[in-house]
Every structure is written in structure tokens, then in C-alpha cells.
């Protein structure tokens, strides 16, 4: 069974930093894609954050995240993590791990991710 479990989630005043966790467990592909996504209050849809592939561990970021977010696994313990410094307002919202098993390359596009965790909400306001 696939699991993906997120934690480290809170409130933070702008300009704070937080580490997110993903713990991962029953995955059984060869290679895959892994990443976060969040949705902000009031928005439709899940923006893709950052994503990482299992062989070649090449990183996508979003624009809006670049220079502050990083991303980072250890496969000792089958953990995501995001690093995020210099937060801002609009980071704030509920923060998705979810994987695309069997994907090619790294890529942030959500309807293709076919295993998601339950969240963990970000708050970021003074």
C-alpha cells in the first residue's frame, strides 16, 4: 500500500523559514517522480512547488519559489523534504507530497501524479 505522510506544516511570520517532511512507504517502481504541491485558500487546483526524480535527481522548481525552496531527499529513510526560507504571504496554503510512478523525467504536472498524502497547512502572516 502507498503512502505518502506529510508533517513540519505551521505559522510563520514572512520572512521565516520551515522544513517540510514527506514520509513515503509502499512504493514498489523502479523510478519515479516525486514533489509538493500546495492550494492556496479560496483557489481551485493544486500548484505544482518543486519535484525531484528518483535516477537522475534532477529538480523543478516553480518560478514564484526558486532561490528560497529546496528540495531534497534521503533514501535512507524514504523522506521528501522541502527546505523553505524567506517565506512569503502567498506560500501560504496546504502543501501536497504526491508521486508519479513510472515517469520519464521530472515535471510538475499535477493530473499526472497519481499517489497524493493528506497535507500539511502553511501558514505564513505576522
Known amino acids: 500500500q502507498v503512502q505518502l505522510v506529510e508533517s513540519g506544516g505551521g505559522w510563520v511570520q514572512p520572512g521565516g523559514s520551515l522544513r517540510l517532511s514527506c514520509t513515503t512507504s509502499?512504493?514498489?517502481?523502479?523510478?519515479?517522480?516525486i514533489g509538493w504541491f500546495r492550494q492556496a485558500p479560496g483557489k481551485e487546483g493544486r500548484e505544482g512547488v518543486s519535484?525531484?526524480?528518483?535516477?537522475?535527481?534532477?529538480?523543478v522548481y516553480a518560478d514564484s519559489v526558486k532561490g528560497r525552496f529546496t528540495i531534497s531527499r534521503d533514501n535512507t529513510t524514504n523522506t521528501l523534504y522541502l527546505q523553505m526560507s524567506s517565506l512569503k504571504p502567498e506560500d501560504t496554503g496546504v502543501y501536497y507530497c504526491?508521486?508519479?510512478?513510472?515517469?520519464?523525467?521530472?515535471?510538475?504536472?499535477?493530473?499526472?501524479?497519481?499517489?497524493w498524502g493528506r497535507g500539511t497547512q502553511v501558514t505564513v502572516s505576522s
Open positions: 519535484c525531484v526524480h528518483s535516477i537522475d535527481n534532477i529538480a
Open positions: 509502499g512504493f514498489s517502481w523502479r523510478y519515479y517522480n
Open positions: 504526491a508521486t508519479d510512478p513510472w515517469a520519464d523525467y521530472a515535471h510538475l504536472r499535477a493530473y499526472e501524479y497519481d499517489y
